[in-house]
């Protein structure tokens, strides 16, 4: 459905917004919404198809501008392959926090810690997989091309990917106040990017 931008629009995200953060996806109802914003359900059934859409509709932009800093990540680390150099460090999913995901921290709280019951709902494990899957390939890519690259069993990647995006992540499932999530970023970013950085031979 087109993003919408009247007012009445603007009025039901503010109070679907307000919905999902309290209750969560799973036990927010399209009537409570109408009550938050003095419409009626055929009212807010105008600008979505259901729960599911209205739900979407607020998260989906926080999801987009996520993958796509992912996905940009993931074509710098390219440019080595293709120039046949060396593994050069560019950035991480440190950098990610603190330019996508913190300046936007209730977008992304939504989206990771109260999206229960929606297609959203393994999010965080699926974001998991596909770092797992693209940084085997791309290890791949680099012994292809004569770059000397380290061996690591996709178990055992699997196991580090998941310990550091969920450690990422746990000032935004628990709501820290910026301050203090940007003093649990500085902790992270000293324990995890030295063992990054020497797995990867850098």
Known sequence: MP????ASHVKIMAAAKAEFLEMGYEKASMRSIGDRCGMTAAAIY???TDKEDLF??????AEEKLMSWAYAHMQRYEEPVK???KMIWKDSFIDMMREVI????EDYHLLIAKSKGS???NFLHDMTELAQDKFLEYLQELRASGIDAPEIASQQLHLLLTAYLTALFEPVVHNYPREEADEALVTLE?????GWKKLMGV
Do not use: A, G, T
Request: proline share 11%; aromatic share 14%; with cysteine.
């Open 3 to 6: 993003r919408d931008k009247s």
């Open 46 to 48: 105008r600008h979505c």
């Open 56 to 61: 979407c509709q607020l998260v989906s932009p």
């Open 83 to 85: 120039k046949r150099r």
């Open 102 to 105: 913190y300046p936007d921290m």
């Open 119 to 121: 297609k959203y709902e």
């Open 190 to 194: 000293k324990f995890f990017l030295p």
